[in-house]
């Protein structure tokens, strides 16, 4: 499987303020995904960070408040804007293998936990 | 969409117990179904996963069971230990088609020594 690092580990942020999570893999992979768990929930799909191209948004998720970059293969951020209290959060990314070797299995990166007050 | 529906939602087992978590989904073009182990302040880890062209699938002490026609699967883990106390995510995907995962809401399981 794939070694995935997410920068930073944790935030304590104020409101109105931006903060930029990096998500960096060790191996090229085609899909990468971005993840928002808040506490005791499950996992909500913000976005795919689609290498080349704009990312695709889920419903519910804008690209003015979650704007994401994928400058190649092996790295993604996502940026969390104008912040309020309501972002607070575990942010996830996931890659999917793109070979045989692990086609369709998703791995998570560590996660940022993001407080906002 | 596709709609992924897991129960229970806890489940609190006596250690050396089995384990059942049950899933359902809507989409039956759905055919990639991993299951995540979440212990507490940790990452989602992909413990098992099953395909849709086969029923049954073990690792050890795990398993997953599938059923395509009535678009249910489930996770089994016998000699339950409390290592084994975690939160469990099921998971549905058309696979590399579109890739993206349908999560279910979550068990959390507790093994008791």
């Known amino acids: 499987s794939a070694v995935i690092s997410q920068k930073p580990s944790r935030d304590i942020c104020q409101r109105g303020t931006s903060l930029t999570i990096q998500c960096q893999v060790d191996?090229?992979?085609?899909?990468m995904f971005w993840y928002r768990q808040q506490p005791g929930q499950s996992l909500t799909l913000i976005a795919t960070a689609n290498q080349g191209s704009e990312a695709t948004y889920e419903s519910g998720f804008v690209i003015d408040k979650f704007p994401i970059s994928r400058p190649n293969l092996t790295f993604s951020t996502l940026t969390v804007s104008n912040m309020s209290p309501e972002d607070s959060s575990i942010y996830l990314c996931s890659v999917e293998g793109d070979n045989t070797g692990w086609a369709n299995e998703q791995f998570f990166g560590p996660g940022t936990r993001l407080t906002v007050l | 969409g596709e709609n992924v529906e897991q129960h229970p939602s806890t489940l609190s087992v006596q250690e050396g117990d089995s384990a059942v978590i049950k899933c359902t989904y809507s989409?039956?073009?759905?055919?990639?179904f991993p299951w995540y182990k979440q212990e507490l302040g940790k990452r989602p880890q992909l413990i098992i996963d099953i395909r849709s062209n086969v029923g049954e699938k073990k690792d050890q002490r795990i398993a997953v069971t599938l059923n395509k026609t009535a678009k249910h699967f489930s996770l089994h883990i016998t000699e339950t230990q409390p290592e084994d106390s975690a939160v469990y995510f099921c998971?549905?995907?058309?696979?590399?088609?579109?890739?993206?995962?349908?999560f279910g809401r979550g068990t959390q399981l507790t093994v008791w020594p």
């Open positions: 989409d039956s073009a759905s055919n990639y």
């Open positions: 191996s090229q992979v085609t899909m």
């Open positions: 998971a549905a995907s058309r696979g590399s088609t579109l890739g993206r995962l349908y």
